[in-house]
């Protein structure tokens, strides 16, 4: 079969090399000029690397990425650095960090030459014989997938579209170039409409976050300073962090979700797939996630069939529901985690503090499972 993958970010890139391993000829459009990616870092549960395990990408990917916090006390914890809710390392979720730059890097290296065009911004037509727009003419495709991402056009094209809806916040990232000891702790820290998030990487990088609950739009030269007058004031190693970031590398995005996930994630042929099909808040941190587990269950739903359209029509299904509740589950936990007012915030923490770790760990178990179709 001939497919044709619009977008290289995490989804594009696992559902092609999960193609090309199972014989179909796949060629991949990108717009960028390169497959590096923009990005800090990455954490994956263990539904992601079931998904993987299941189209033969899991080892690749263990093989770049660390375990080191499910070694850790993790959760949640107050700026003051009193924890709200500490999982002991025993109870920490199956979890994986790792740097985006390498993940992209490994699953380009996981598809044959000549299987990726950068530089190529293409637009999907016909979404019953699918074809695909490109500046050197048009291609003609058994199947169309759009991983195009949050903003995605074929979306659009497709008639597909429900708009977006800004979170209510915006998002610091790093990643730390020199060591900073974290006394064998991790996890999040809440304060009032103020997140600050650390995570171990492999080869002894921190990968950080930050939020804040403002309005859309702002940003200025230094956003590593932006990130150490709002938060050097908290529990350390928070300042150590972000002083051990080189100030060039710390980027900031406006936290945008899909105001409503579209009608169905398949138009005739083209199948949408990733942040296009379901773009989510990270407060879940599943968005890559989801991606990842799409694009598994599209290669098996395809393996088990001769016919194209009943394996889309199963993809579609099986993915809609699941992703849907995932991303309303993001965005209260967003509302929720993001909390400005003190009263808001004070029933938030009270909350946290009463919950027992084994009661958190089986509200996220089904979350964080992976179920073949
Ligand atoms: C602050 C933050 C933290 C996050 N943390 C996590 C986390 O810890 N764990 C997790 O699982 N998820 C996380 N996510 C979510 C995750 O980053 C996304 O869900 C994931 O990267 C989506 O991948 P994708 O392939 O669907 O889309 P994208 O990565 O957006 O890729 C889309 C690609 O399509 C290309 N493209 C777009 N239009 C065209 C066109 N017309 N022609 C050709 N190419 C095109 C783009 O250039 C891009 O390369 C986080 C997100 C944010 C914002």
Do not use: C
Not at 71 to 84: K, N, V
Not at 108 to 120: D, I, K, N, Q, Y
Not at 123 to 133: D, E, F, L, R
Not at 337 to 349: K, L, M, T, V, W
């Amino acid at each position: 079969m001939r497919v044709g993958v619009i977008g290289a970010g995490i989804g594009g890139l696992t559902v092609a090399a999960g193609l090309v391993a199972d014989g179909h000829d796949v060629e991949v459009f990108e717009r960028r000029d390169e497959a590096a990616a923009v990005g800090a870092g990455l954490t994956l549960f263990g539904n992601a690397f079931g998904a993987l395990d299941s189209i033969g990408l899991g080892d690749r990917i263990r093989a770049i990425s660390s375990d080191a916090i499910s070694h850790m006390r993790a959760g949640q914890r107050l700026p003051s650095g009193d924890w709200l809710l500490a999982m002991p390392p025993a109870m920490v979720p199956s979890i994986r960090s790792l740097h985006r730059a390498e993940l992209h890097r490994a699953l380009v290296e996981a598809l044959p030459r000549g299987t990726l065009r950068f530089g190529a911004e293409v637009t999907v037509t016909g979404s019953g014989a699918p074809t695909i727009h490109a500046a050197g003419g048009v291609e003609s495709f058994d199947l169309v997938i759009a991983s195009d991402g949050i903003r995605s056009e074929s979306r659009a094209r497709l008639g597909l579209d429900r708009g977006l809806r800004y979170a209510g916040y915006t998002a610091w990232r790093g990643v730390t170039s020199t060591a900073v000891d974290l006394n064998d702790e991790a996890g999040e820290t809440w304060g009032r409409g103020h997140i600050f998030g650390i995570v171990p990487l492999p080869d002894d990088r921190i990968y950080w976050f930050a939020t804040e609950s403002t309005a859309p739009g702002e940003s200025r030269p230094d956003e590593r300073q932006s990130v150490l007058e709002r938060f050097s004031a908290w529990h350390q190693p928070i300042r150590a962090v972000i002083e051990a970031t080189p100030s060039d590398s710390v980027l900031r995005h406006d936290i945008y979700d899909l105001k409503r996930l579209p009608a169905s994630f398949v138009r005739g042929r083209t199948a949408l797939l990733g942040d296009a099909a379901h773009g989510m808040t990270p407060n879940l941190g599943q968005g890559a996630g989801q991606a990842i587990e799409d694009a598994a269950t599209l290669v098996l739903a395809l393996r088990g069939r001769a016919d194209i359209d009943s394996a889309l029509r199963l993809y579609g299904d099986i993915r809609r529901k699941r992703t849907k509740a995932i991303w309303s589950q993001s965005r209260l936990m967003g509302k929720v985690a993001q909390a400005s007012n003190p009263i808001g915030a004070a029933f938030r923490d009270a909350l946290l503090r009463a919950t027992p770790p084994s009661s958190t760990r089986r509200g996220t178990a089904s979350l964080q499972q992976w179920t073949a179709p």
